[in-house]
């Protein structure tokens, strides 16, 4: 995977557009000025956790004595269920908090921006080319930067798209979601099967 490809997955994997309405509704009694400080706040922490998960992943994975194709299997599925529910939403928020609560950590940096989709294709990343770390670093920070700005300027983009609108990019980036994890899955069932037949 180069770093175009990686930053697109990356980027789909956030859903900014599909994470709208969300954010809107969370940040919606949050006085304004509060409200952008609030968001740029969200972002940063969910940046910095992303950057350590790139980061430690191959230790992570070797503390946990998981393989790289059971990482890549799990993504698959994980990925797979994610788009699921972008094409085909369930009724019901995903928002714990009390009117007009002002949100740190979670829902907003954890999981909406930084979920574990996004850790686990970052674990993913790290441990399968550990010497291009530059390229995934330039891939998350670029589809980061690209989330950030879609969420920064949420009211702008809720007017020009519409809910129909929103709910069609939702919708259209959950199929490629669902190639991109079929494909994630089939690469670690590939891999498992040339290791374990030599």
């Given at each position: 995977?180069?770093?175009?490809?990686?930053?697109?997955?990356?980027?789909?994997?956030?859903?900014?557009?599909?994470?709208?309405?969300?954010?809107?509704?969370?940040?919606?009694?949050?006085?304004?000025?509060?409200?952008?400080?609030?968001?740029?706040?969200?972002?940063?922490?969910?940046?910095?956790?992303?950057?350590?998960?790139?980061?430690?992943?191959?230790?992570?994975?070797?503390?946990?004595n998981l393989k790289q194709e059971a990482v890549s299997?799990?993504?698959?599925?994980?990925?797979?269920?994610?788009?699921?529910?972008?094409?085909?939403?369930?009724?019901?928020?995903?928002?714990?908090?009390?009117?007009g609560e002002e949100p740190f950590i979670v829902p907003?940096?954890?999981?909406?921006?930084?979920?574990?989709?996004?850790?686990?294709?970052?674990?993913?990343?790290?441990?399968?080319?550990?010497?291009?770390?530059?390229?995934?670093?330039?891939?998350?920070?670029?589809?980061?930067?690209?989330?950030?700005?879609?969420?920064?300027?949420?009211?702008?983009?809720?007017?020009?798209?519409?809910?129909?609108?929103?709910?069609?990019?939702?919708?259209?980036?959950?199929?490629?979601?669902v190639m991109i994890s079929v494909q994630m899955f089939?690469?670690?069932?590939?891999?498992?099967?040339?290791?374990?037949?030599?």
């Amino acid at each position: 995977m180069d770093t175009w490809s990686a930053a697109v997955t990356l980027f789909l994997i956030m859903d900014p557009l599909g994470n709208l309405p969300i954010f809107l509704s969370i940040l919606r009694n949050i006085d304004a000025k509060r409200r952008r400080i609030v968001l740029i706040r969200e972002l940063v922490i969910a940046l910095a956790i992303m950057l350590l998960f790139l980061y430690a992943g191959t230790s992570i994975l070797g503390f946990l004595n998981l393989k790289q194709e059971a990482v890549s299997i799990a993504g698959g599925i994980i990925l797979f269920i994610i788009a699921l529910r972008m094409i085909f939403p369930q009724p019901g928020g995903v928002i714990g908090l009390a009117m007009g609560e002002e949100p740190f950590i979670v829902p907003l940096a954890i999981p909406l921006i930084s979920g574990p989709s996004i850790l686990a294709a970052l674990l993913l990343l790290s441990n399968q080319s550990p010497g291009r770390m530059l390229d995934w670093t330039i891939a998350l920070i670029g589809a980061w930067a690209l989330s950030a700005s879609i969420l920064l300027f949420s009211n702008l983009f809720h007017r020009l798209l519409g809910e129909r609108g929103i709910t069609a990019m939702e919708r259209l980036m959950g199929m490629v979601l669902v190639m991109i994890s079929v494909q994630m899955f089939l690469d670690g069932i590939a891999s498992y099967l040339q290791h374990t037949t030599g």
